[in-house]
Nanobody, 124 residues
Framework: QVQLVESGGGLVQAGGSLRLSCAAS????????VGWFRQAPGKEREVVAA????????YYANSVKGRFTISRDNTKNTVYLQMNSLKPEDTAIYYC?????????????????WGQGTQVTVSS
């Protein structure tokens, strides 16, 4: 089983950019589908983006489509979330999660390994 550590969060003004990283331990990282989720205060944790084992398939929530890009480098055991044109409503704790499956799963219950989260705050 892999362990995940997120980094790259912070405070940014609206319209700015951040790149989140999710570093994984373990030699079998390439067998995991990886998702980025976020949870704002008082709201449910929601999927933002997901990427298949090889990176050939991706998913984006409508709220971030065209602004966020998910990618992975299996040689570095790392998944990235490039976030551009950030909005105050993007403020949340962002989590990466891994699922041992070939499918591009989106449900929280499908993911069994989670990172500790990284705070993203977008000021208006």
């Amino acid at each position: 089983q892999v362990q995940l550590v997120e980094s790259g969060g912070g405070l940014v003004q609206a319209g700015g950019s951040l790149r989140l990283s999710c570093a994984a331990s373990g030699r079998t990282f390439s067998t995991y589908t990886v998702g980025w989720f976020r949870q704002a205060p008082g709201k449910e944790r929601e999927v933002v983006a997901a990427i298949s084992q090889s990176g050939g398939f991706t998913y984006y929530a409508n709220s971030v489509k065209g602004r966020f890009t998910i990618s992975r480098d299996n040689t570095k055991n790392t998944v990235y979330l490039q976030m551009n044109s950030l909005k105050p409503e993007d403020t949340a704790i962002y989590y990466c999660a891994a699922a041992l499956t070939r499918a591009l799963v989106l449900a929280r219950s499908a993911y069994d390994t989670w990172g500790q989260g990284t705070q993203v705050t977008v000021s208006s």
